[in-house]
């Protein structure tokens, strides 16, 4: 297996990459969206709102959890979760200067 050279990149960088790989999963993704729309820390919605099992959409929040995309709080026997909003706002801001740094040529290959 090879090695990842991550040392050889921004710190930025490897952040992003990190982010983005845990955004890269069309259930990650329908979570967050659930997430945004309840407006609210979500508890046990999940499994109902998206037909997965429980342990899928525990293994999928544990990797968004860790990329920092989403905060947990405890409450009783369940983990609510939600957005983390300084995690979200410093990933928007990256893609946003990211996107905007291609200015576009028209003769391009």
Same mark, same amino acid.
């Given at each position: 297996m090879g090695i990842t050279k991550t040392e050889i990149f921004s710190e930025e960088q490897n952040r992003m990459a990190v982010m983005l *790989? @845990? #955004?890269a999963h069309p259930a990650r993704i329908a979570i967050l969206q659930?997430? #945004? *729309? @309840?407006?609210a820390c979500i508890c046990g919605d999940l499994?109902?709102?998206l037909?997965? @099992?429980q342990a899928t959409i525990?293994?999928?929040l544990k990797e968004l959890k860790n990329a920092g995309l989403i905060q947990g709080t405890i409450e009783g026997v369940s983990v609510c979760y939600c957005i983390n909003p300084t995690v979200w706002k410093d990933l928007q801001s990256h893609l946003n200067n990211f996107f905007s740094s291609y200015k576009g040529q028209a003769d391009c290959c």
């Open positions: *790989k @845990a #955004i659930q997430i #945004i *729309k @309840a407006n499994v109902d709102e037909g997965l @099992a525990s293994q999928h």
